[in-house]
C-alpha cells in the first residue's frame, strides 16, 4: 500500500471554516441584538455600546460589520425584507385576482412599518433615498421588484394585463403606488392605515384597469361612434 504525499494536512482547512462559523455567529447575534433594541428604544435611542453589550461582544467588533447605526439598520432591514418576500410570496394563492394579491405583497411592508412608524421613517430614509453602498440596495430593490413581477407575469398570462407594453414598465406602475402611499402614511400621522389600504387598492384597481387589454371589438366599436359623431 503506498501513501501519496500531497503536502496538505487534512485538518488544515478546519480553523479557516470555524472562523467563518464565529464571524457569521457574531453578525447574527449584532443583528438579533440591534434588531430588539431598534424596536424597544427607537433608531436614536439604541445606541452602539448597548447593541454591542446585547450581542455580547466588544464595542470595536462591531465596526467589523457595519460602518456606523445606519449600515447596521440596513443589513436588519434587508433580513426583515426577504423574510416578508418570503412569506408573501409563498401565500399568494395562484387563483387570486391581481389586485388582491399585490396589496397582499404591499400589505406585508405595511404591517411591517406599522409595528414601529419612528423607526420605519429611518427605514424609508434608507430605502428610498441610500446614498451609502448604493449596489446593495439596489439589489434588495431588484428583489422586491422581482416579486411584483412575477405577478405581473401571472396577471399577463390570465388575460388582465394587456402584453404590448414591456413588463418592468407595468412593474414600475404598480411599485409607484405602493411607495406613494407608504411615504404619505409615515410622513403624514393624520392618515391612518385604513385610509392607506383603501386609497392604495383603489390606485391599484384603477391602474390595471388602464393596463387591461382592449376588449373584442371596442375599437371597432368606438370607431363607428366617431363616424357617426361627425355625420351629424
Same mark, same amino acid.
Given at each position: $500500500? *503506498?501513501?501519496?504525499? =500531497?503536502?496538505?494536512?487534512?485538518?488544515?482547512?478546519?480553523?479557516?471554516?470555524?472562523?467563518?462559523? #464565529?464571524?457569521?455567529?457574531?453578525?447574527?447575534?449584532?443583528?438579533?441584538?440591534?434588531?430588539?433594541?431598534?424596536?424597544?428604544?427607537?433608531?436614536?435611542?439604541?445606541?452602539?455600546?448597548?447593541?454591542?453589550?446585547?450581542?455580547?461582544?466588544?464595542?470595536g467588533t462591531l465596526f467589523l460589520y457595519a460602518r456606523d447605526k445606519r449600515e447596521l439598520l440596513f443589513l436588519v432591514f434587508r433580513d426583515e425584507v426577504h423574510e416578508i418576500?418570503?412569506?408573501?410570496?409563498?401565500?399568494?394563492? =395562484?387563483?387570486?385576482?391581481?389586485?388582491?394579491?399585490? $396589496?397582499?405583497?404591499?400589505?406585508?411592508?405595511?404591517? *411591517?412599518?406599522?409595528?414601529? @412608524?419612528?423607526?420605519?421613517?429611518?427605514?424609508?430614509?434608507?430605502?428610498?433615498?441610500? =446614498?451609502?453602498?448604493? &449596489?446593495? $440596495? #439596489?439589489?434588495?430593490?431588484?428583489?422586491?421588484?422581482?416579486?411584483?413581477? &412575477?405577478? !405581473?407575469?401571472?396577471?399577463?398570462?390570465?388575460?388582465?394585463?394587456? =402584453?404590448?407594453?414591456?413588463?418592468?414598465?407595468? %412593474? #414600475?406602475?404598480?411599485?409607484?403606488?405602493? /411607495?406613494?402611499?407608504? +411615504?404619505?402614511?409615515? &410622513?403624514?400621522?393624520?392618515?391612518?392605515? +385604513?385610509? %392607506?389600504?383603501?386609497?392604495?387598492?383603489? /390606485?391599484?384597481?384603477?391602474?390595471?384597469?388602464?393596463?387591461? @387589454?382592449?376588449? !373584442?371589438?371596442?375599437?371597432?366599436?368606438?370607431?363607428?361612434h366617431q363616424l357617426g359623431r361627425r355625420g351629424r
Amino acid at each position: $500500500m *503506498f501513501i501519496v504525499e =500531497t503536502g496538505e494536512s487534512p485538518t488544515r482547512a478546519a480553523p479557516v471554516g470555524l472562523r467563518e462559523r #464565529n464571524k457569521q455567529d457574531k453578525l447574527a447575534r449584532i443583528k438579533r441584538a440591534a434588531r430588539e433594541l431598534f424596536a424597544k428604544k427607537g433608531f436614536e435611542g439604541a445606541t452602539a455600546r448597548a447593541i454591542c453589550r446585547r450581542a455580547g461582544i466588544a464595542t470595536g467588533t462591531l465596526f467589523l460589520y457595519a460602518r456606523d447605526k445606519r449600515e447596521l439598520l440596513f443589513l436588519v432591514f434587508r433580513d426583515e425584507v426577504h423574510e416578508i418576500l418570503r412569506q408573501r410570496t409563498a401565500r399568494t394563492c =395562484t387563483t387570486l385576482p391581481l389586485a388582491d394579491a399585490l $396589496m397582499h405583497l404591499f400589505r406585508g411592508f405595511l404591517d *411591517f412599518y406599522a409595528r414601529s @412608524p419612528e423607526l420605519s421613517r429611518v427605514i424609508a430614509g434608507e430605502f428610498f433615498y441610500r =446614498t451609502q453602498q448604493p &449596489a446593495a $440596495m #439596489n439589489a434588495l430593490t431588484e428583489d422586491y421588484l422581482a416579486a411584483i413581477a &412575477a405577478l !405581473v407575469e401571472r396577471g399577463r398570462a390570465g388575460g388582465e394585463l394587456r =402584453t404590448d407594453v414591456a413588463v418592468p414598465d407595468q %412593474v #414600475n406602475a404598480f411599485f409607484a403606488h405602493y /411607495a406613494f402611499h407608504a +411615504q404619505a402614511w409615515l &410622513a403624514d400621522a393624520v392618515v391612518d392605515r +385604513q385610509q %392607506v389600504d383603501r386609497s392604495l387598492r383603489r /390606485a391599484l384597481e384603477l391602474q390595471i384597469e388602464g393596463l387591461a @387589454p382592449p376588449a !373584442v371589438g371596442s375599437g371597432s366599436r368606438q370607431r363607428t361612434h366617431q363616424l357617426g359623431r361627425r355625420g351629424r
